[in-house]
């Protein structure tokens, strides 16, 4: 017998499985593919409290807290990195966009610096070219190898208890009375009390039925990797229009994003070379090159690094740019965490305790109230004009 169905295994729900089995739950973690398939898997993996909107700044700050003993936690591999972050102002009209940033978010309690000097953005980033002309810091921003975390979640889940059911899609969540009965998928019925939705771009297709749509557009990002260079860069780059960004892993491989671009709606599933099932998004050889030029400018030894990896990602964006993270008003033993437009990765530790807490008693101590699916209806869904910041 089964506590709760978390649906998808990004990290999100890898992460609310892990917890929910910490509390004594009996958890089956359902996905239609395999563990950070999608969102979870095409990341840039930033770890950043920088740039946040303030709705969400005290969960960036409590998830990167939590980042720093992860890895001894899971007693798994994250690969996490505590380097840094620094946007960059490339052109005089870009230095007053980080000046504003710095100046809100240290007033905001963020270790935030305005380096103005080339020879302090060379003294944390030398990769960094020196025509930059000015960069917001953030000492304890970071990085983190996205698979291998979401892994090492899945894992210690099950090494709790969880139950892991991959390669089975979720096609209806059943209620009866007002109440989450359980989950059909294509392989049966899943008896369960309580039903977490973490399925990313997916989601609606569980809660439209329900009248619980979350609004949603679904841009995408092309994402480079090269093969392992030597190590010249320690800080995530973001830029200040956030038309791309980029790191260095810790195997040396430049793993580089555009900004946000329109989906052509294709994606292929199937098997890859590895024998992972999970969907592949194909870019367009335009936004290659734009994302070659935008980052070679400014890191240089990125034009001449070669290429390992080319593949698009799926962004599940609100109106807002603020995720939906609520235990349902409307269905009784229903949980949501969904919609992080472009910036989950980092909040997945957080996201797990919340969605844990919200399923044990309905509340959490975390300030989720920004979050609630019911916004949209009190202040409409139209969609602000949103970067990928990285
Ligand atoms: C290119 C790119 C760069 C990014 N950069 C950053 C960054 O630097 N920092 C950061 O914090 N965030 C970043 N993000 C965002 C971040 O990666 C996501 O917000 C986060 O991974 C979302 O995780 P998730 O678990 O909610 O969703 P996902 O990882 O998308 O997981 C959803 C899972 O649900 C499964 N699923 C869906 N429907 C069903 C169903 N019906 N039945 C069963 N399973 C189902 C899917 O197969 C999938 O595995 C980036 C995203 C992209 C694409």
């Known amino acids: 017998m089964t506590d709760v169905i978390v649906v998808g295994a990004g990290i999100s729900g890898a992460a609310s499985a892990y917890e929910l089995s910490r509390r004594g739950f009996k958890v089956t973690l359902l996905d239609r593919y395999s563990p950070a398939a999608m969102a979870s898997g095409w990341t840039l993996a930033g770890v950043r409290q920088s740039g946040r909107h303030p709705a969400e700044l005290p969960l960036a700050t409590a998830a990167v807290e939590r980042w720093i003993g992860l890895a001894g936690e899971l007693d798994g591999e994250t690969s996490y990195r505590r380097n840094g972050n620094l946007r960059l102002a490339r052109t005089v009209d870009e230095v007053p966009v980080i000046q504003k940033l710095v100046a809100e978010q240290s007033a905001a309690g963020l270790e935030l610096t305005l380096l103005t000097d080339t020879a302090d953005i060379a003294s944390v980033a030398p990769a960094v070219s020196d025509r930059v002309m000015a960069a917001s810091w953030c000492p304890t921003d970071g990085s983190a190898d996205p698979k291998a975390t979401v892994l090492s979640y899945v894992q210690a889940a099950q090494r709790l208890g969880t139950v892991t ?3 089975e899609r979720a096609l209806r969540i059943e209620t009866a009375s007002g109440r989450v009965t359980g989950v059909a998928t294509d392989k049966g019925f899943i008896p369960a009390d309580h039903v977490v939705v973490s399925a990313g771009i ?7 039925p329900l009248g619980l749509a979350v609004p949603l557009q679904v841009p995408m990002v092309t994402v480079l990797r090269s093969a392992a260079q030597a190590p010249t860069l320690g800080p ?7 038309d791309c960004a980029g790191r260095q892993e810790v195997n040396g491989r430049f793993r580089v994003t555009s900004g946000l671009e329109t989906w052509h709606g294709d994606m ?3 098997p890859r070379d590895n024998g992972e099932i999970r969907p592949a998004v194909r870019p ?15 890191v240089p030894a990125f034009k001449d690094a070669r290429i390992d990896e080319v593949w698009a990602g799926l962004i599940d964006l609100t109106p807002d740019g603020l995720p939906v993270i609520e235990a349902s008003a409307d269905f009784e033993g ?17 996201t797990g305790t919340i969605v844990a807490d919200l399923v044990e008693t309905k509340r959490t101590a975390m300030p989720i109230t920004p979050f609630t699916l019911s916004r949209f209806r009190r202040q409409g869904a139209a969609f602000e004009p949103l970067a990928l910041h990285g």
């Open 165 to 167: 059911r991959f390669g």
């Open 202 to 208: 997916f989601g609606n297709d569980l809660l439209d």
């Open 236 to 242: 995530v780059i973001g830029v200040a229009n956030a």
């Open 268 to 270: 292929e599933s199937g």
């Open 284 to 298: 367009s050889m335009n936004s290659v090159a734009e994302v070659v030029r935008l980052f070679g400018t400014v």
């Open 334 to 350: 229903l949980t949501i965490a969904m919609g992080f437009s472009g910036h989950g990765f980092c909040l997945g530790p957080v």
